[in-house]
């Protein structure tokens, strides 16, 4: 690749918006997320980590979109539109993502402001995705449902992926995965996404990871 002109402006950082698919406290796939994060973060990013209990939903309603797409709705809508891509850690719940994520993801799919299909605010952006549960597995089969929902909605997802089991044993704390070999991977699914944007997202193209 050329050098770039020196009067060319910067490449723009990857930003990334980060959640897990939990709101229980003490929730392992919370302690997880964090470490994600701090791969992605690590990698040149910029990461926007939120809470979904900050952005509590109904159910999806069509009655309920009726009468008004909900606040919080528009206000995860705004969010994804800034950013380039996801970091999700999702729980397995009976083999399963859990009604939290697939819930957040119907009601931000939902038809814009301006007419345009919510959708649109997924297509072509990257996501990395983490699970953790107690089990052996480590949430393994919810990574599947979730892998296959986000690349229907048009989002370029890692071949990268880590699910931790035994969490109670290794998520001690936000952010402290005990289990080094495991939190290498982790991290190196953040560095994939920020590597993906590189190649797919045109303003960010020049930057280096």
Partial sequence: ???ASPLADPPAAPRLLAFAGSLRSGSYN?????????????????????????????????????????????RLQALMAEHDGLLISTPEYNGSMPALVK????????????GRSGTSLFTD????????SPGPLGGMRSLLVLRDALAKLGLIVVPQQVAVGQAGEKLLDYGQLGDERAREAVHRVGAAVVRHLHVYNPSIAGARA
């Fill in 1 to 3: 690749m050329s050098a």
């Fill in 30 to 74: 919370r302690r997880l997320i964090p470490v994600l994060v701090e791969g992605a973060r690590a990698a040149g990013a910029q990461v926007t980590h939120i809470e979904l209990r900050d952005y509590s939903l109904p159910i999806y309603d069509g009655d309920i979109e009726a009468e008004g797409l909900p606040d919080n709705a528009r």
């Fill in 103 to 114: 819930n957040t993801l119907d009601w931000i799919s939902r038809p814009l402001g301006d």
């Fill in 125 to 132: 952006k990257v996501a990395g995705i983490v699970s953790a």
